[in-house]
């Protein structure tokens, strides 16, 4: 009779034990790389809505012209449901005296020349023209387990802590 030379059982858990920690590790590794990239994408975007408000709040210093903000007020859009829960996670004062806070839609974007700034859906760019300040009204969820969403934190946040 002629010897087999096949796996055994033991061989074959073995072999199924490394491969799954091989697929493991891929797995983890690449949604490291994609938080990364995706703080990294936010980081940019919030920085070049914010030179746009800095140009705008300019302007207005000079002409006190409510004309040259862009957006829609954010008391106008109380009532938005998006708005209502980024009012009630983020404490803002939006009735505060001398705060300009208006609501950046994509479309206000593309009127800002910032067409590659994409906003996700259901989410919005909340600025404060007097102080320059960008929210995001989506934030962005750490891995402290905190969300942010004022422009100043996120941009606060290092890449390499993020898992």
């Given at each position: 009779?002629?010897?087999?030379?096949?796996?055994?059982?033991i061989t074959?858990?073995?072999?199924?034990?490394?491969i799954?920690a091989?697929?493991?590790a891929?797995?983890?590794?690449?949604?490291?790389?994609?938080?990364?990239e995706s703080?990294e994408n936010?980081k940019?975007d919030l920085?070049?809505?914010?030179?746009k408000v800095?140009?705008i709040?300019?302007e207005?210093t000079?002409?006190?012209?409510?004309?040259?903000?862009?957006?829609?007020?954010?008391?106008?859009?109380?009532?938005?449901?998006?708005i209502q829960?980024?009012?009630k996670k983020e404490q803002?004062d939006?009735d505060?005296?001398?705060?300009?806070y208006?609501?950046?839609?994509?479309?206000?974007?593309?009127?800002?020349s910032?067409?590659?700034?994409t906003?996700?859906k259901d989410s919005y760019?909340?600025?404060?023209?007097?102080s320059?300040?960008v929210y995001?009204?989506?934030?962005?969820?750490?891995t402290?387990?905190?969300?942010?969403y004022?422009m100043?934190?996120?941009?606060?946040?290092?890449?390499e802590?993020v898992?």
């Amino acid at each position: 009779m002629k010897k087999e030379n096949g796996m055994t059982l033991i061989t074959t858990v073995i072999l199924v034990i490394v491969i799954a920690a091989l697929v493991f590790a891929v797995v983890y590794y690449a949604r490291i790389a994609v938080a990364k990239e995706s703080l990294e994408n936010l980081k940019t975007d919030l920085l070049l809505v914010q030179a746009k408000v800095k140009n705008i709040a300019g302007e207005y210093t000079l002409d006190k012209k409510e004309e040259v903000l862009k957006g829609t007020k954010l008391q106008d859009m109380k009532e938005d449901t998006i708005i209502q829960e980024f009012l009630k996670k983020e404490q803002i004062d939006i009735d505060e005296k001398n705060k300009k806070y208006y609501v950046l839609k994509q479309e206000n974007l593309v009127e800002l020349s910032l067409e590659k700034v994409t906003l996700e859906k259901d989410s919005y760019y909340v600025v404060e023209y007097t102080s320059s300040e960008v929210y995001y009204t989506k934030g962005f969820t750490y891995t402290d387990g905190k969300t942010y969403y004022e422009m100043t934190q996120i941009e606060n946040l290092e890449v390499e802590n993020v898992k």
